[in-house]
């Protein structure tokens, strides 16, 4: 079975860093943490060690390597900083600043180029939801198809390099996550999807929307779902850490 990954997503949250520096993670789950851009370097010096499976991701990336695009970063940049994880296509940034998914398609493709691991977020918002679970795969079938386009499947497996967040938009920071069973059934589909029309087998699909340390398992212990993507409460330490450790006993 796939090693569970559970991924702290600080979003524009200073962290407290000092309770994070006893912050250690069990063996059998691999945990990414991605701070807000100015804190990528003491976070790393931190938590991340080679002893430990704790990684470091950041939230968002630009496409190009460099040049005049004032106050982007590129992929270089993140490597330097000590970044491994990229996420991708979040829906706060599709939302706020306007991200195509042409777009997010070549921050996709730079983060793959530099070696780097990209964490792509897809998910519906209530509107589609609320025409049923057809619909909802739908969409995410759809937005796969325009962020992973021209994706090759070598450079995808070879560095065993893309994770897929689901994130049903209507669950993200509302206290409402959803239904276990309904994520379950998304995490297979999207499997199927990149399988049968990108060739792609083995992309661990995560569930993110309003996960808590108490309503972990009931995810988790899903074959199909590989781990949590945990906004809100992966700020504070002891939640998180209680997150973890619920995951490590599934
Ligand atoms: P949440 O956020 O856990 O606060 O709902 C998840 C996310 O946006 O990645």
């Not at 206290?175 to 059934?185: I, N, V, Y």
Request: with cysteine.
């Amino acid at each position: 079975m796939q090693k569970k990954i559970i991924i702290a997503n600080w979003k524009m949250h200073a962290p407290n860093l000092r309770s994070w520096r006893s912050f250690r993670a069990p063996r059998n789950v691999d945990v990414v943490i991605c701070p807000p851009f100015p804190y990528l370097l003491s976070v790393s010096s931190l938590v991340i060690s080679h002893k430990s499976s704790v990684r470091l991701g950041a939230q968002d990336v630009f496409w190009e390597d460099k040049g005049a695009y004032t106050g982007e970063v590129s992929p270089a940049m993140l490597k330097n900083s000590k970044g491994e994880y990229v996420i991708v296509g979040h829906s706060e940034r599709r939302r706020w600043l306007g991200e195509t998914d042409e777009m997010i398609n070549k921050k996709v493709k730079a983060v793959l180029r530099a070696g780097l691991k990209v964490i792509l977020c897809v998910g519906e918002p209530l509107s589609v939801r609320k025409k049923g679970l057809a619909a909802a795969k739908k969409f995410v079938a759809d937005q796969l198809r325009k962020d992973l386009a021209g994706i090759k499947k070598s450079s995808v497996i070879s560095h065993q390099s893309s994770v897929i967040a689901y994130e049903p938009i209507w669950a993200i920071g509302t206290g409402r996550s959803d239904k276990p069973s309904d994520t379950a059934e998304m995490a297979s589909f999207i499997k199927n999807l990149l399988l049968v029309s990108c060739r792609l087998s083995h992309v661990p699909v995560l569930y993110g929307g309003s996960v808590n340390s108490k309503n972990i398992a009931d995810f988790v212990q899903y074959k199909e779902i590989d781990g949590a993507l945990v906004g809100g409460a992966s700020i504070k330490v002891g939640e998180f850490k209680k997150i973890v450790n619920v995951t490590s006993k599934i």
